[in-house]
């Protein structure tokens, strides 16, 4: 609960306006997602085609092309070959949020997005590799239309990652190896919110801009993994990935006469917002010459999301607080199984089922829910350098009903549901 309080507000506003500002207020719900629509709470569950075709299941212990050193560094072993892996996937959301009135609903509240990823592993010899990866963990946003009612809590808001990731492997006998890695990581925020329903008591349009935050920030992070290779057709990958905290600093802007800033303004300030620590469990078993399954459990320690908050000196209405949300967020699950066939010498297809448990209470700009997946894909081997692989994916988002309190609204019940299709490809070439 952010409290406020309006010094110079208009004296044409309301009693009842004017004596609710000035206690108590919940401004500004918001969160950071890159990952709203694609994983629990703001994960990027997607960060390679390859395993798109099979939900991502398996992706810790199969190492087919270079993107698997960006979920298990320890696959690198499993490579005799340099190789480069490029992957663009592009997903299309339908997320519609549902109030009592039009005024108070949204459609196509997560907008579509493409998601790039890059990567390299070179080995050195029969026991050493070392790789690259530029991707993102984390990321994607929400945008509420700008004239919706409850302005102060929906809008738009955004976080993007890219991870810069140099790793190397190490096979200490025939059956174990071991991978670690170091992330350097750039991210960047915004978000906006809007006058709402209340525009009119301020002499402002709806859609006019209440408050916006913009803010980046550059943080290192690690990853280890391991392989365990019973034989050449059954093997288990286990990574841990850890949590990185992120400190954003940029600008709070208060475009009203004195929501956290006397008289509006700018103000630097600095929000800490934590990248969760993930551990993956993974395993492959080629059953015949034709057949393979593998599967995977993820967990990512979401409990360390307690709130969205930033601070700054400028905001001395609320004491330093420019705003602050408590977040009420668990560990979870994402639980995935697929299989691969061999139809012939060119041509592998891949097909996936998956079931991402949702973190957090779902809010107007984190709508978390469970979500299942299904996907299905195919590998082409084109020669013995090129390899191409395509994938499709359908996220089935389940139905929440939730409230929210609106300082200009007050309490709204509001429905959320939708799906995401997800499309991409990728070219591996092999030196």
Not at 12 to 19: D, E, G, I, L
Not at 44 to 65: C, H, K, M, N
Not at 170 to 183: A, F
Not at 321 to 350: H, M, V
Request: proline share 3%.
């Amino acid at each position: 609960m952010l409290v406020t309080h309006y010094p110079s507000i208009q004296r044409s506003v309301t009693k009842r306006v004017a004596t609710v500002l000035t206690t108590s207020t919940c401004l500004i719900a918001s969160t950071l997602s890159i990952g709203s629509a694609n994983a629990a709470g703001y994960q990027i569950a997607f960060d390679s085609v390859s395993g798109l075709g099979r939900a991502y299941a398996g992706e810790a212990a199969i190492g087919d092309t270079a993107a698997a050193m960006g979920r298990n560094p320890a696959l690198m072993s499993l490579f005799e070959q340099a190789e480069i892996s490029g992957a663009l996937l592009y997903f299309d959301a339908d997320i519609n949020v549902d109030g009592s009135s039009d005024s108070l609903s949204s459609n196509d509240t997560v907008p579509s997005q493409f998601v790039p990823s890059t990567y390299y592993v070179q080995p050195l010899s029969d026991k050493l590799a070392v790789g690259l990866g530029f991707y993102s963990n984390y990321g994607l946003g929400t945008d509420l239309k700008d004239d919706f009612a409850a302005g102060d809590i929906g809008g738009d808001t955004s976080l993007l990652t890219v991870n810069f990731n140099p790793a190397v492997s190490y096979r200490i006998n025939p059956m174990l190896s071991l991978g670690g890695g170091i992330s350097v990581i750039y991210a960047t925020a915004e978000m906006n919110r809007h006058y709402g329903a209340a525009g009119s008591n301020f002499g402002q349009n709806g859609s006019d801009k209440l408050v916006s935050w913009e803010a980046d920030d550059w943080a290192f992070g690690w990853n280890i993994g391991g392989l365990v290779e019973l034989d050449e057709n059954n093997r288990f990958g286990l990574a841990y990935r850890a949590g990185v905290d992120l400190e954003l600093s940029g600008d709070f802007t208060d475009h009203s006469v004195g929501v956290a800033i006397p008289g509006g303004g700018v103000s630097d300030s600095r929000s800490d917002v934590p990248l969760p620590a993930t551990i993956e469990l993974s395993g492959f078993h080629q059953l015949n010459n034709k057949l393979a399954v593998h599967y995977s459990a993820l967990w990512t320690q979401w409990s360390d999301y307690t709130e969205f908050k930033a601070s700054g000196a400028g905001c001395s209405i609320n004491g330093g607080t420019c705003f602050i949300k408590p977040e009420k967020y668990d560990d979870s699950w994402r639980w995935s199984l697929g299989a691969t066939y061999q139809l012939n010498e060119a041509i592998s297809l891949r097909a996936g089922i998956a079931l991402d448990e949702k973190a957090g209470e779902t809010t107007l700009s984190i709508p978390d829910q469970d979500a299942l997946w299904l996907a299905t894909g195919l590998n082409y081997q084109h020669s013995a350098e090129w390899s191409f692989d395509v994938g499709l994916a359908y996220m089935d988002r389940s139905k929440e009903t939730f409230k929210e309190t609106s300082l200009f609204v007050g309490e709204q019940e509001y429905q959320t549901e939708g799906y995401l299709l997800i499309l991409g490809a990728q070219a591996n070439y092999r030196f």
